[in-house]
């Protein structure tokens, strides 16, 4: 219809629609990528949420989600053969994590190796909000109520974001600052619990660190009997870990591993047989002991329910969630990720956070209190050679019984002695020097987070160490990205002697003119007079795409030829910022300006951009305006190493890459598979790609069959001629055409 395309004609000339179509990637095809076999994908997702891969009971194959990636995924049966690795782990862990267990209660009254449980540090966490509610709302809930309400929403928070699979939203906090809040949350843990192992009371254990510390100091002259248990244990945990490390060096037999494994055990029997044999006869008419001691355990689950919900309760914890979610996020992928690098498995951070979140949401109802990842257990259950994630299992039937039927042993347990458990434990989470001066040396900023997130740990809080070591090292994120690095880059020629021949093999590089990476004496030879060579070592975005607009236009005004002499040009002419040449000396800048290389071409390195947004294209349109007035002609905008469809399609909306070449050089032929002769019909999934314009699908372009036979084609398209498959080719090209007259607007 005459009046339809008329009105179709019209809408493209008000949206600037390009006449001449060039080839680009589409929305279109984006949204194909994404929603290819729907069926394959579903089944992917759901098996990468609620299997392993390992305990299922169903073998087949499926392909992954998107059609570029076709890694096939194999589901075993489980082998039976992995057994005793799991039972053995399982029995291991399951003996550490119930002294550990009591010990870190007293605190506030997918991976197969990951032990989730009670930690330290989420038991810190509990501690202070459990502290925050009470203060703002005395005698209303109990520290339970308060803690299990706390698990139920951590445990949802985390289980949401498992299932929308934005885990990789931990990745923003990077290791220095885990580091850092690892340390000083263990020293701050270690301090408190050094009041309980040597029996001294009267202050509050729960203030700042170094208030803690100044008063424990104070506080010795008032060392109790407790110390003679808190001493005792602690020493007894170091000296057997030490004898056993120093036999299994010397014994290859692992029972000295194993031997080591028990000591918490073994400890908390003896001072707990010691502590009944003293104080079972030394109870005081108030009913209060000589020494302090654990005293009534309930047994089994005695409080199993739907934890409480109340709005009041939640309004009052609300304040609290973020650092509580975010350490149950933290510690349990930091331990997945490490024990996945140690033993040479991927974990998938979204089925892990799973894994939390149904955690606590169930462990709730039973009267938990937030669980996470365990470092110490963790490193247990992979030394005792766990095999699959059901060694959990074996774990959870040593607690249940322990539950049930050891309670009545619990009574005499010192307090003191779970204090040893404790400072054994959390001393492990302290950064060795080595590891800090890692961080030195690999990044002397982000030692800096390393040293502030245990230093405002120590003097404030965990919640403000977390926060403060999250929020900097975020502000060094956006820094990184705002002010990356660029340089201006010459010619360097590489010779390499052949060992099969005498003969000297010569290629050609290129480097920054600042030769801080290479060799300071290297003879670096700037490219042809009138072309510019710059790389940018960052994605191309709004917040860093002045930084290439400044160097470029400054470069050129201070190094190549003004195209116009303002000499001959008025005032009124003029922009008001251009004073023009001083009448004393205008004629001697002229001829200055004169000597200048007059500039051809721009070859821009986008080797190492993977993004390019709307701004920073307006900014290289800004850029070329800029130089083209200053040149006083049209300057050819060349760019090497256009690798992502995106940021082609980007640049060649802002007019880049178009247009007639003054390059003299043939264009770059690659060898291609032969047509019929490949398993995967690549020629013919190219023909989908051009098979679509800029957005709409209307011009299609096809090979004849004739091309399809061809044994070389062409790398780079010849709509594009100032695209270059590596920056030796751009450069090259830009070469070539100095001299010769170019129409590429």
């Given at each position: 219809?005459?009046?339809?395309?008329?009105?179709?004609?019209?809408?493209?000339?008000?949206?600037g629609?390009?006449?001449?179509?060039?080839?680009?990637v589409?929305?279109?095809?984006?949204?194909?990528?994404?929603?290819?076999?729907?069926?394959?994908?579903?089944?992917?997702?759901?098996?990468?949420?609620?299997?392993?891969?390992?305990?299922?009971?169903?073998?087949?194959?499926?392909?992954?989600?998107?059609?570029?990636?076709?890694?096939?995924?194999?589901?075993?049966?489980?082998?039976?053969?992995?057994?005793?690795?799991?039972?053995?782990?399982?029995?291991?862990?399951?003996?550490?994590?119930?002294?550990?267990?009591?010990?870190y209660?007293?605190?506030?009254?997918?991976?197969?190796?990951?032990?989730?449980?009670?930690?330290?540090?989420?038991?810190?966490?509990?501690?202070?909000?459990?502290?925050?509610?009470?203060?703002?709302?005395?005698?209303?809930?109990?520290?339970?109520?308060?803690?299990?309400?706390?698990?139920?929403?951590?445990?949802?928070?985390?289980?949401?974001?498992?299932?929308?699979r934005?885990?990789?939203?931990?990745?923003?906090?990077?290791?220095?600052?885990?580091?850092?809040?690892?340390?000083?949350?263990?020293?701050?843990?270690?301090?408190g619990?050094v009041?309980?192992?040597?029996?001294?009371?009267?202050?509050d254990?729960?203030?700042?660190?170094?208030?803690?510390?100044?008063?424990?100091?104070?506080?010795?002259?008032?060392?109790?009997?407790?110390?003679?248990?808190?001493l005792?244990?602690?020493?007894?945990?170091?000296?057997?870990?030490?004898?056993?490390?120093?036999?299994?060096?010397?014994?290859?037999?692992?029972?000295?591993?194993?031997?080591?494994?028990?000591?918490?055990?073994?400890?908390?029997?003896?001072?707990?047989?010691?502590?009944?044999?003293?104080?079972?006869?030394?109870?005081?008419?108030?009913?209060?002991?000589?020494?302090k001691i654990?005293?009534?355990?309930?047994?089994?689950?005695?409080h199993?329910?739907?934890?409480?919900?109340?709005?009041?309760?939640?309004?009052?914890?609300?304040?609290?969630?973020?650092?509580?979610?975010?350490?149950?996020?933290?510690?349990?992928?930091?331990?997945?990720?490490?024990?996945?690098?140690?033993?040479?498995?991927?974990?998938?951070?979204?089925?892990?956070?799973i894994?939390?979140?149904v955690?606590?949401?169930?462990?709730?109802?039973?009267?938990?209190?937030?669980?996470?990842?365990?470092?110490?257990?963790?490193?247990?259950?992979?030394?005792?050679?766990v095999?699959t994630?059901?060694?959990g299992?074996?774990?959870?039937?040593?607690?249940?019984?322990?539950?049930?039927?050891?309670t009545?042993?619990?009574?005499?347990?010192?307090?003191?002695?779970?204090?040893?458990?404790?400072?054994?434990?959390?001393?492990?989470?302290?950064?060795?020097?080595?590891?800090?001066?890692s961080?030195?040396r690999?990044?002397?900023?982000?030692?800096?987070?390393?040293?502030?997130?245990?230093?405002?740990?120590?003097?404030?809080?965990?919640?403000?160490g977390?926060?403060?070591?999250?929020?900097?090292?975020?502000?060094?994120?956006?820094?990184?990205?705002?002010?990356?690095?660029?340089?201006?880059?010459?010619?360097v020629?590489?010779?390499?002697?052949s060992?099969?021949?005498?003969?000297?093999?010569?290629?050609?590089?290129?480097?920054?003119?600042?030769?801080?990476?290479?060799?300071?004496?290297?003879q670096?030879?700037?490219?042809?007079?009138?072309?510019?060579?710059?790389?940018?070592e960052?994605s191309?975005?709004?917040?860093?795409?002045?930084?290439?607009?400044?160097?470029?236009v400054?470069?050129?005004?201070?190094?190549?030829?003004?195209?116009?002499?303002?000499?001959?040009?008025?005032?009124?002419?003029?922009?008001?910022?251009?004073?023009?040449?001083?009448?004393?000396?205008?004629?001697s800048?002229?001829?200055?300006?004169?000597?200048?290389?007059d500039?051809h071409?721009?070859?821009?390195?986008?080797?190492?951009?993977?993004?390019?947004d709307?701004?920073?294209?307006?900014?290289?349109?800004?850029?070329?305006?800029?130089?083209?007035?200053w040149?006083?002609?049209?300057?050819?905008?060349?760019?090497a190493?256009?690798?992502?469809?995106?940021?082609?399609?980007?640049?060649?909306?802002?007019?880049?890459?178009?247009?007639?070449?003054?390059?003299?050089?043939p264009?770059?032929?690659?060898?291609?598979?032969?047509y019929?002769?490949?398993?995967?019909?690549?020629?013919?999934?190219?023909?989908?790609?051009?098979?679509?314009?800029?957005?709409?699908?209307?011009?299609?372009?096809?090979h004849?069959?004739?091309?399809?036979?061809?044994?070389?084609?062409?790398v780079?398209?010849?709509?594009?001629?100032?695209?270059?498959?590596?920056l030796?080719?751009?450069?090259?090209?830009?070469e070539?055409?100095?001299?010769?007259?170019?129409?590429?607007?």
């Amino acid at each position: 219809m005459p009046s339809l395309s008329s009105a179709r004609r019209i809408g493209k000339r008000i949206i600037g629609y390009p006449e001449e179509i060039v080839p680009v990637v589409t929305v279109k095809e984006w949204v194909y990528d994404q929603t290819v076999n729907p069926k394959q994908r579903t089944t992917w997702l759901a098996c990468s949420r609620f299997c392993n891969g390992s305990c299922v009971t169903v073998s087949t194959t499926f392909s992954g989600p998107s059609k570029d990636d076709q890694k096939m995924t194999k589901i075993h049966l489980l082998d039976f053969g992995w057994l005793t690795g799991d039972v053995i782990a399982g029995l291991t862990v399951g003996i550490v994590v119930v002294p550990q267990g009591m010990s870190y209660a007293t605190l506030f009254a997918t991976s197969k190796d990951v032990s989730i449980g009670p930690v330290a540090v989420m038991s810190l966490t509990v501690s202070q909000v459990i502290k925050h509610v009470q203060n703002a709302h005395p005698n209303e809930w109990s520290g339970p109520t308060i803690a299990s309400t706390l698990a139920l929403i951590t445990g949802f928070i985390v289980l949401a974001i498992g299932l929308l699979r934005i885990g990789w939203l931990v990745e923003f906090i990077p290791l220095p600052a885990v580091s850092g809040f690892m340390t000083g949350s263990a020293i701050n843990i270690a301090a408190g619990q050094v009041p309980g192992l040597m029996g001294i009371t009267g202050f509050d254990t729960r203030a700042a660190t170094y208030q803690v510390i100044i008063n424990t100091l104070k506080g010795l002259p008032r060392t109790r009997l407790d110390a003679a248990w808190g001493l005792t244990g602690l020493v007894a945990l170091y000296s057997i870990r030490m004898v056993c490390d120093f036999l299994s060096r010397r014994y290859p037999p692992r029972w000295f591993f194993f031997i080591s494994v028990m000591r918490n055990a073994f400890v908390i029997l003896v001072l707990t047989i010691a502590a009944w044999l003293y104080t079972r006869h030394r109870r005081s008419a108030s009913g209060k002991y000589p020494i302090k001691i654990l005293q009534t355990v309930p047994a089994g689950f005695k409080h199993i329910g739907r934890p409480s919900v109340e709005h009041k309760l939640l309004t009052a914890i609300a304040p609290e969630l973020p650092v509580a979610t975010i350490i149950l996020l933290l510690e349990h992928i930091a331990i997945s990720k490490s024990f996945g690098r140690l033993n040479g498995y991927k974990i998938n951070p979204n089925q892990e956070l799973i894994a939390i979140g149904v955690t606590n949401t169930v462990g709730s109802c039973f009267g938990a209190y937030p669980a996470t990842g365990s470092f110490s257990r963790s490193a247990l259950k992979s030394k005792s050679g766990v095999r699959t994630p059901a060694a959990g299992i074996i774990t959870a039937v040593v607690v249940i019984v322990a539950l049930y039927g050891l309670t009545p042993a619990f009574y005499w347990i010192p307090n003191a002695g779970l204090s040893a458990v404790i400072i054994h434990a959390v001393a492990d989470l302290v950064a060795s020097p080595s590891q800090v001066y890692s961080f030195w040396r690999v990044s002397p900023l982000e030692f800096l987070i390393w040293v502030a997130a245990v230093l405002i740990t120590v003097f404030s809080s965990i919640e403000n160490g977390i926060y403060t070591s999250i929020c900097v090292s975020l502000a060094l994120l956006l820094i990184r990205l705002a002010h990356p690095r660029g340089s201006l880059m010459g010619r360097v020629k590489i010779m390499t002697n052949s060992p099969d021949s005498k003969d000297i093999e010569t290629r050609e590089v290129f480097v920054p003119y600042s030769k801080k990476n290479v060799n300071p004496h290297l003879q670096i030879e700037p490219p042809l007079p009138g072309v510019i060579v710059y790389r940018f070592e960052e994605s191309y975005l709004y917040p860093n795409c002045s930084l290439v607009n400044d160097a470029l236009v400054d470069y050129v005004r201070e190094n190549l030829r003004r195209g116009k002499d303002m000499s001959n040009v008025s005032a009124s002419d003029r922009p008001w910022n251009d004073p023009g040449p001083r009448r004393d000396i205008g004629a001697s800048e002229q001829e200055q300006n004169l000597q200048k290389p007059d500039l051809h071409a721009i070859v821009l390195d986008f080797s190492q951009v993977s993004h390019i947004d709307t701004t920073a294209v307006q900014s290289l349109i800004d850029t070329r305006s800029t130089v083209e007035r200053w040149a006083d002609h049209p300057v050819e905008f060349h760019f090497a190493t256009v690798l992502s469809p995106w940021v082609r399609r980007a640049l060649i909306a802002g007019g880049f890459g178009l247009g007639i070449s003054s390059s003299t050089i043939p264009l770059d032929l690659a060898s291609v598979v032969p047509y019929g002769e490949s398993t995967t019909n690549f020629v013919a999934i190219q023909d989908v790609n051009l098979a679509h314009d800029l957005e709409s699908g209307d011009v299609k372009k096809s090979h004849s069959g004739p091309e399809l036979q061809s044994e070389s084609e062409l790398v780079i398209s010849k709509d594009t001629p100032f695209f270059h498959i590596d920056l030796i080719s751009a450069v090259r090209a830009a070469e070539s055409g100095i001299g010769r007259s170019s129409s590429s607007d």
